[in-house]
C-alpha cells in the first residue's frame, strides 16, 4: 500500500515512477511468481490532496508495518499516527532492517487489529501478578464499603468474609451443624494436576451461530436476539447514554453513591500507579534509533455479568482502567441494567451502556451493530457463551482472559481460625455451582485432620444460615476439596500444580519465604486480614484474574490490557553498515531476495537494484480515494477453523500417537525419525554452517536480545499503600513457551530468533520452537537463540502438541509466532487455554510518502513485502494537490 500527498501533477508523476520500478525490479526478481500477483491484486495507492487526509487514511488502515517518507513535517505526522504495528521512519529505515536485525520483533499485528495490540515482545513472556499483604491498618472504611458492595451484589458470604476483617471481627452467623457436617474430598499431592479447561463445544456452537447472524445483519440481528433471549423489549432503547447514567446514581442512597465513589477511587489510584508502571523505550541502533512507545487503544468494550447477582464491581474494575488508559470510547454490556449498575457505570466514566448480554453483546462489540462501534479490545466475565463469543473472536479483538467458574485455593497451617478459612471458601462458592474452594494445609497429620474436621464444621454451621446456601453447598459438596500435604514444599507444588484464581496465604511462620515459591496465581492475598473478598471490591487490584489454571500464561485484567506497545525505528547518526549488510545476508539465506534488495538500498553507498526496462504497460497499482479507506477486520476462515479443529480435537484425545500419525501424514516426519531435537544437534548444526552466517545469526540476536532486554526493564514491579497494609503487582515470566516458525517456501530463521530470544530474555524455563523440516540453518538458530528443544512438525498439529501437550512435548503457557492459515486457526481455537500473541495474517506494508520521494526505493520496499505471499498487501498512500 502507498499513501502519497501533495501536488495533484506531482503525486501522479509520482505513482507512475514507482509503477515503473515495480515493473523493472519485478523482471528480474527471483521471487516474481509470488510479489507480481500480490502487486496486482492487493496493491494500492491513495493519493490525498492534504496531509491529513493521508494521516487519516493510514490511520483507518491500522497497518502492520507503516513508513513514514517525507521531507516536511515529520514529527507533527508522527504525533498524529494512531494504529500501526511498527513504524519506520525516514528512507535509512526500510522496514525489512526491522525484520531481521534492529532488535524490534518482527512479528507484528495485520489485518487492522494494531488497532488493539501491539507486536510480539519480551512483555508477551511476562504476567503481572496483583497481590494484597497485611500490614499498618489506617482504618475500616474500606471493609465496611466491602460489605456494602457485597449485600448490595446479594452476595452475603462475601459480606461476612469481610466482617472478620473488621475491628473487631463480626463472626458469621451460624447454627449447630448436624452430626455429618459437609465433607470437603480428601486429596493427596500426587492428586494435584495442572489444569486446562477449555470451552465446551455446545457452547461454541451456539455463540458461534449468534455471531454470524449479528456480523451478517448487525443492528436488526442484535435486536432481534437481544428480545429473544429478553435482554429488551421491543421499541425499549438498547443504548443508555451519560445523561441517564448521572440520573440513575443520583436516584441511589447517599451511602451507596459514597461506596461507588470511595470504591471507583481506589480502583483508579492502582490503574493509574500500573500505568506509570510501564514506560516508553529508546536505544541507539546502527541507523539511528529504535524503541517502542506505549499507547490506548480507542475503544474498550467492558461486560458485567446481569445475572443471578449483577455486579456494580465489575463495571468498576472493567471500565475504570480502560479510562485511565486513555481509551475514548468505552462501552459496559450487561443486560436488565439496574440504577446502581448504571450509576456504576456513571461513576467509572463509561461513555455508553449496551442494555444487552450474552453472545449478542461481544457479537455486537466485536463487528459493530448500528450505533455500537466495533470496539477494539473486549473485557469482563460472563456466562459460557459469553466466554465462547469471546474466544471466537479473540485476535479479530483484543480479549483480556476467558473467565471460567470462580476460585479459591486457601493455603494455610492447621494453626488458622477455621472460621475465618470457611468464610473465605463460601464467599467463593456462592457465585455459581461450579465453583472451586479448595483448601491445601500441611504440617503434622493429627493437627491437619483435626483443622480440616473444624472447618467442615464451620462450613455446616454458617451455610445452615447462608442466604446464597443453594448455590454456595452444592459448590462445596461436588467441587470443594482439601489437599493434606505433609510438609512446606508439598503444599507449595500442589498449589502450582493448581494454579488458582485466586490464593489466600495463611501461616504463622516462613511467610516470606513460601510467598517467594508460589509461581502460579492470578490474584495473591496474605495474611489473615487480606481477605481475597476485599480485592474482589475496593482495595485497588483487580478482580477479573485468570481461572481455569491459566494462570500458568497470563495475570489479570489491568490497565495494562487496553495500552499497546508499538515499536518504531528513526533515521540518526549512522555508526557503520554491518546491521544493512546482515540484513542482506539473512534474507538471502532465507530466499528472500526482494527484502535483500530493499536492504541493499540502504548501504552507503546505496546499491541499486538491478532493473529490466519496463514495457509499456508496467504493473499498475489500484488508484483509490481518501474515502475508500476502511477500518479492516479480518477473520479466519471457517475451512481453516473446521480443519484445525479437527486436528486438534485428535491431538488432545490421543496424545503422542495423534501428533506422529498427523504429521506422518502431512510430510512432517517419516516413521521412526525423530520429531524433538535437543541443544546438541542444534549446536552441531550450528557449527556446520560457514563462519560468516555464524557471525550473522550471532550479531542479530544480540540486537534482539539488547532490545528485548531493554523492553523487560521498561514493566516495573508496583506496590501502593492500602487501608490494610499493601496492595501491588509483580512481573513474573511464564514456565514453558512454544515458538511458532514457518517452514514453507521460506523457512524463516529469523522468527526463530525474534520468538526464541525474547521469551529467553523474559526468563522462560523451557522454550520450544516448532518448525516443519528444521534444515541446519533454523536449528543454527535455535541454538543461537537459546531454545531448549526443537518440535520438528508444523501446522496446526504443532499447535495441538505445544497446547496440549504429546508425549515428550509439554503442554506451554504461551505460544507465538506467526504461520499458515491452519496454524492461525488453531491459535485462535487454543486461545484462552494458553495465551498467544496474535493471529497473524497476509503481510503488509504501507508506505506514506509525499511525492517528493525516490521511486526506486519506494517500489523496493513494496515488493519486499509483496513476495511474502500472493495475499500480502503492498499500499501507497500519497497526497497534496
Same mark, same amino acid.
Given at each position: 500500500?502507498?499513501?502519497?500527498?501533495?501536488?495533484?501533477?506531482a503525486?501522479?508523476?509520482?505513482?507512475?515512477a514507482?509503477?515503473?520500478?515495480l515493473?523493472?525490479?519485478?523482471?528480474?526478481?527471483?521471487?516474481?511468481?509470488?510479489?507480481?500477483?500480490?502487486?496486482q491484486?492487493?496493491?494500492?495507492?491513495?493519493?490525498?490532496a492534504?496531509?491529513?487526509e493521508?494521516?487519516?487514511?493510514?490511520?483507518k488502515?491500522?497497518?502492520e508495518?507503516?513508513?513514514?517518507?517525507?521531507?516536511?513535517n515529520e514529527?507533527?505526522?508522527v504525533?498524529?499516527l494512531?494504529?500501526?504495528?511498527?513504524?519506520?521512519?525516514?528512507?535509512?529505515?526500510?522496514?525489512?532492517?526491522?525484520?531481521?536485525?534492529?532488535?524490534?520483533?518482527?512479528?507484528?499485528?495485520?489485518?487492522?487489529?494494531?488497532r488493539?495490540t501491539?507486536?510480539?515482545?519480551?512483555l508477551?513472556?511476562?504476567?503481572?501478578?496483583?497481590?494484597?499483604?497485611?500490614?499498618?491498618r489506617s482504618?475500616?472504611?474500606?471493609?465496611?464499603?466491602v460489605v456494602?458492595?457485597?449485600?448490595?451484589?446479594?452476595l452475603?458470604?462475601?459480606?461476612?468474609?469481610?466482617r472478620?476483617?473488621?475491628?473487631?471481627p463480626?463472626?458469621?452467623?451460624?447454627?449447630?451443624?448436624?452430626?455429618?457436617?459437609?465433607?470437603?474430598?480428601?486429596?493427596?499431592?500426587t492428586?494435584?494436576k495442572?489444569?486446562?479447561?477449555?470451552?465446551?463445544?455446545?457452547?461454541l456452537?451456539?455463540?458461534r451461530?449468534i455471531?454470524?447472524?449479528?456480523?451478517a445483519?448487525g443492528?436488526?440481528?442484535?435486536l432481534?436476539?437481544?428480545?429473544?433471549f429478553?435482554?429488551?423489549k421491543?421499541?425499549?432503547?438498547?443504548v443508555?447514554?451519560?445523561?441517564?447514567?448521572?440520573?440513575?446514581?443520583?436516584?441511589?442512597?447517599?451511602?451507596t453513591?459514597?461506596?461507588?465513589?470511595?470504591?471507583?477511587a481506589?480502583?483508579?489510584?492502582?490503574?493509574?500507579?500500573?500505568?506509570r508502571?510501564?514506560?516508553?523505550v529508546?536505544?541507539?541502533?546502527?541507523?539511528?534509533?529504535?524503541g517502542?512507545?506505549?499507547?490506548?487503544?480507542?475503544?474498550?468494550?467492558?461486560?458485567?455479568?446481569?445475572?443471578?447477582?449483577?455486579?456494580?464491581?465489575?463495571?468498576?474494575?472493567?471500565?475504570?482502567?480502560?479510562k485511565?488508559?486513555?481509551?475514548?470510547?468505552?462501552?459496559?454490556?450487561?443486560?436488565?441494567?439496574?440504577?446502581?449498575?448504571?450509576?456504576?457505570?456513571?461513576?467509572a466514566?463509561?461513555?455508553?451502556?449496551?442494555?444487552?448480554?450474552?453472545?449478542?453483546?461481544?457479537?455486537?462489540l466485536?463487528y459493530?451493530?448500528?450505533?455500537?462501534p466495533?470496539?477494539?479490545?473486549?473485557?469482563g466475565?460472563?456466562?459460557q457463551?459469553?466466554?465462547a463469543?469471546?474466544?471466537?473472536v479473540?485476535?479479530?479483538?483484543?480479549?483480556?482472559?476467558?473467565a471460567?467458574p470462580?476460585?479459591?485455593l486457601?493455603?494455610?497451617?492447621?494453626k488458622q481460625?477455621?472460621?475465618?478459612?470457611?468464610?473465605d471458601l463460601?464467599?467463593?462458592?456462592?457465585?455459581?455451582?461450579?465453583?472451586?474452594?479448595?483448601?491445601?494445609?500441611?504440617?503434622?497429620? @493429627?493437627?491437619?485432620d483435626?483443622?480440616v474436621?473444624?472447618?467442615?464444621?464451620?462450613?455446616?454451621?454458617?451455610?445452615r444460615?447462608?442466604?446464597?446456601s443453594?448455590?454456595?453447598?452444592?459448590?462445596?459438596?461436588?467441587n470443594?476439596?482439601?489437599?493434606?500435604?505433609?510438609?512446606?514444599d508439598?503444599a507449595?507444588?500442589?498449589?502450582?500444580?493448581?494454579?488458582?484464581?485466586?490464593?489466600?496465604?495463611?501461616?504463622?511462620?516462613?511467610?516470606?519465604?513460601?510467598?517467594g515459591?508460589l509461581?502460579?496465581?492470578?490474584g495473591?492475598?496474605?495474611?489473615?486480614l487480606?481477605?481475597?473478598?476485599?480485592?474482589?471490591?475496593?482495595?485497588?487490584?483487580?478482580?477479573?484474574l485468570?481461572?481455569?489454571?491459566t494462570?500458568?500464561?497470563?495475570?489479570g485484567?489491568?490497565?495494562? @490490557?487496553?495500552l499497546?506497545?508499538?515499536t518504531?525505528m528513526?533515521?540518526?547518526?549512522?555508526s557503520?553498515d554491518t546491521m544493512?549488510?546482515?540484513?542482506?545476508s539473512?534474507?538471502?539465506?532465507?530466499?528472500?531476495?526482494?527484502?535483500?534488495?530493499?536492504?541493499?538500498?540502504?548501504l552507503?553507498?546505496?546499491?541499486?537494484?538491478?532493473?529490466?526496462?519496463?514495457s509499456?504497460?508496467?504493473?499498475?497499482?489500484?488508484?483509490?480515494?481518501a474515502?475508500?479507506?476502511?477500518?479492516?477486520r479480518?477473520?479466519?476462515s471457517?475451512q481453516?477453523?473446521?480443519?484445525?479443529?479437527?486436528?486438534l480435537?485428535e491431538?488432545?484425545?490421543?496424545?503422542?500417537?495423534?501428533?506422529l500419525?498427523?504429521?506422518?501424514?502431512?510430510?512432517?516426519i517419516?516413521?521412526g525419525?525423530?520429531?524433538?531435537?535437543?541443544?546438541?544437534a542444534?549446536?552441531?548444526?550450528?557449527?556446520?554452517?560457514?563462519?560468516s552466517?555464524r557471525?550473522?545469526?550471532?550479531?542479530?540476536?544480540?540486537?534482539?536480545?539488547?532490545?528485548?532486554?531493554e523492553?523487560?526493564?521498561?514493566?516495573?514491579a508496583?506496590?501502593?499503600?492500602?487501608?490494610?497494609?499493601?496492595?501491588?503487582?509483580?512481573?513474573?515470566p511464564v514456565?514453558?513457551?512454544?515458538?511458532?516458525?514457518?517452514?514453507?517456501r521460506y523457512?524463516?530463521p529469523?522468527?526463530?530468533?525474534?520468538?526464541?530470544?525474547?521469551?529467553?530474555?523474559?526468563?522462560?524455563?523451557?522454550?520450544?520452537?516448532?518448525?516443519?523440516h528444521?534444515?541446519?540453518l533454523?536449528?543454527?538458530?535455535?541454538?543461537?537463540?537459546?531454545?531448549?528443544?526443537?518440535?520438528?512438525?508444523?501446522?496446526?498439529?504443532?499447535?495441538?502438541?505445544l497446547?496440549y501437550?504429546?508425549?515428550?512435548?509439554?503442554?506451554?503457557?504461551v505460544?507465538v509466532?506467526?504461520?499458515?492459515?491452519?496454524?492461525?486457526?488453531a491459535?485462535?481455537?487454543?486461545?484462552?487455554?494458553?495465551?498467544i500473541?496474535?493471529?497473524?495474517?497476509?503481510s503488509?506494508l504501507?508506505?506514506?510518502?509525499?511525492?517528493k520521494?525516490?521511486?526506486?526505493?519506494v517500489?523496493?520496499?513494496?515488493?519486499?513485502?509483496?513476495?511474502?505471499?500472493?495475499?500480502?498487501?503492498?499500499?501507497?498512500?500519497?497526497?497534496?494537490?
Open positions: 500500500i502507498l499513501v502519497t500527498f501533495g501536488d495533484e501533477t503525486c501522479d508523476a509520482f505513482v507512475v514507482v509503477e515503473e520500478q515493473e523493472q525490479q519485478l523482471r528480474v526478481l527471483p521471487t516474481s511468481e509470488v510479489a507480481r500477483p500480490a502487486v491484486n492487493n496493491g494500492a495507492v491513495f493519493i490525498c492534504t496531509e491529513d493521508a494521516i487519516e487514511v493510514t490511520n488502515w491500522a497497518p508495518h507503516l513508513e513514514l517518507f517525507v521531507e516536511e514529527a507533527r505526522m504525533g498524529k494512531e494504529h500501526f504495528g511498527g513504524l519506520f521512519i525516514g528512507t535509512l529505515c526500510a522496514e525489512v532492517l526491522g525484520d531481521y536485525a534492529a532488535g524490534p520483533n518482527h512479528t507484528l499485528p495485520t489485518g487492522g487489529t494494531a488493539s501491539g507486536g510480539l515482545s519480551v508477551t513472556f511476562l504476567r503481572v501478578r496483583t497481590w494484597m499483604d497485611s500490614g499498618a482504618g475500616d472504611t474500606m471493609v465496611k464499603d456494602s458492595l457485597a449485600e448490595l451484589e446479594g452475603h458470604g462475601h459480606a461476612a468474609s469481610a472478620l476483617r473488621l475491628d473487631p463480626v463472626a458469621p452467623a451460624t447454627k449447630s451443624a448436624s452430626s455429618t457436617p459437609v465433607k470437603l474430598r480428601r486429596c493427596s499431592a492428586d494435584a495442572p489444569r486446562r479447561c477449555a470451552v465446551s463445544d455446545q457452547a456452537e451456539g455463540a451461530a455471531l454470524k447472524e449479528v456480523d445483519d443492528e436488526k440481528a442484535l432481534r436476539i437481544a428480545q429473544k429478553g435482554d429488551i421491543p421499541g425499549e432503547p438498547f443508555i447514554e451519560r445523561e441517564a447514567m448521572e440520573a440513575a446514581f443520583n436516584s441511589l442512597e447517599e451511602s453513591r459514597q461506596v461507588l465513589t470511595r470504591s471507583a481506589r480502583v483508579r489510584k492502582f490503574a493509574e500507579e500500573q500505568k508502571s510501564l514506560k516508553a529508546a536505544v541507539d541502533i546502527e541507523v539511528g534509533e529504535a517502542h512507545d506505549v499507547s490506548p487503544v480507542e475503544k474498550a468494550g467492558c461486560y458485567a455479568p446481569g445475572g443471578r447477582y449483577p455486579l456494580p464491581s465489575t463495571v468498576l474494575m472493567t471500565a475504570v482502567p480502560a485511565v488508559a486513555g481509551c475514548k470510547d468505552v462501552w459496559v454490556a450487561t443486560p436488565h441494567p439496574s440504577p446502581l449498575m448504571l450509576g456504576a457505570a456513571f461513576v466514566g463509561a461513555d455508553h451502556v449496551l442494555a444487552v448480554g450474552g453472545a449478542q453483546a461481544i457479537a455486537a466485536a459493530g451493530a448500528g450505533p455500537v466495533a470496539v477494539d479490545v473486549i473485557v466475565p460472563g456466562n457463551y459469553v466466554t463469543a469471546k474466544q471466537l479473540s485476535g479479530l479483538v483484543k480479549i483480556d482472559m476467558l471460567g470462580s476460585e479459591l486457601v493455603l494455610a497451617d492447621p481460625n477455621p472460621s475465618l478459612v470457611a468464610a463460601l464467599a467463593q462458592a456462592e457465585h455459581d455451582v461450579q465453583a472451586a474452594p479448595i483448601l491445601v494445609t500441611f504440617g503434622d497429620e @493429627t493437627a491437619c483435626a483443622f474436621v473444624a472447618v467442615e464444621e464451620q462450613l455446616e454451621q454458617q451455610l444460615v447462608l442466604p446464597t443453594e448455590v454456595a453447598r452444592p459448590a462445596v459438596q461436588n470443594g476439596a482439601v489437599f493434606i500435604c505433609a510438609t512446606e508439598e507449595i507444588e500442589v498449589t502450582n500444580k493448581w494454579a488458582p484464581e485466586h490464593l489466600e496465604l495463611f501461616v504463622e511462620e516462613n511467610e516470606a519465604r513460601m510467598v515459591k509461581e502460579h496465581f492470578g495473591l492475598f496474605i495474611g489473615t487480606c481477605a481475597e473478598v476485599l480485592g474482589d471490591y475496593a482495595a485497588g487490584p483487580n478482580h477479573t485468570p481461572t481455569g489454571g494462570a500458568r500464561s497470563t495475570g485484567l489491568s490497565v495494562l @490490557t487496553f499497546r506497545v508499538r518504531w528513526d533515521s540518526g547518526a549512522r557503520g544493512v549488510k546482515d540484513v542482506v539473512l534474507a538471502e539465506l532465507e530466499g528472500l531476495h526482494g527484502h535483500a534488495a530493499s536492504a541493499r538500498l540502504r552507503d553507498p546505496p546499491v541499486a537494484p538491478a532493473t529490466k526496462s519496463a509499456s504497460t508496467p504493473v499498475k497499482l489500484r488508484r483509490c480515494s474515502t475508500d479507506a476502511k477500518p479492516r479480518c477473520a479466519v471457517d481453516a477453523l473446521e480443519g484445525a479443529r479437527a486436528i480435537k491431538v488432545d484425545a490421543d496424545g503422542e500417537k495423534a501428533l500419525r498427523i504429521a506422518q501424514k502431512f510430510g512432517d517419516k516413521p525419525e525423530p520429531f524433538v531435537i535437543e541443544r546438541e542444534m549446536e552441531a548444526a550450528f557449527n556446520s554452517l560457514e563462519e552466517t557471525q550473522v545469526l550471532t550479531r542479530s540476536a544480540a540486537r534482539v536480545r539488547k532490545f528485548a532486554e523492553q523487560k526493564r521498561s514493566l516495573k508496583v506496590a501502593v499503600d492500602i487501608e490494610v497494609g499493601e496492595a501491588g503487582h509483580d512481573v513474573s514456565e514453558k513457551a512454544g515458538c511458532y516458525a514457518p517452514g514453507g523457512p524463516l529469523s522468527t526463530v530468533l525474534m520468538t526464541a530470544v525474547p521469551a529467553k530474555v523474559a526468563g522462560c524455563k523451557d522454550v520450544w520452537v516448532a518448525t516443519p528444521p534444515s541446519p533454523m536449528l543454527g538458530a535455535a541454538f543461537v537463540a537459546g531454545a531448549d528443544h526443537v518440535l520438528a512438525v508444523g501446522g496446526a498439529q504443532a499447535i495441538a502438541a497446547a501437550g504429546a508425549g515428550p512435548v509439554p503442554a506451554v503457557d505460544i509466532g506467526p504461520g499458515n492459515q491452519y496454524v492461525t486457526a491459535k485462535q481455537l487454543v486461545s484462552g487455554l494458553v495465551k500473541d496474535m493471529l497473524a495474517g497476509p503488509e504501507l508506505v506514506l510518502a509525499d511525492p520521494q525516490n521511486p526506486s526505493l517500489a523496493a520496499d513494496l515488493l519486499a513485502q509483496a513476495e511474502h505471499d500472493v495475499q500480502a498487501a503492498p499500499i501507497l498512500v500519497t497526497f497534496g494537490d
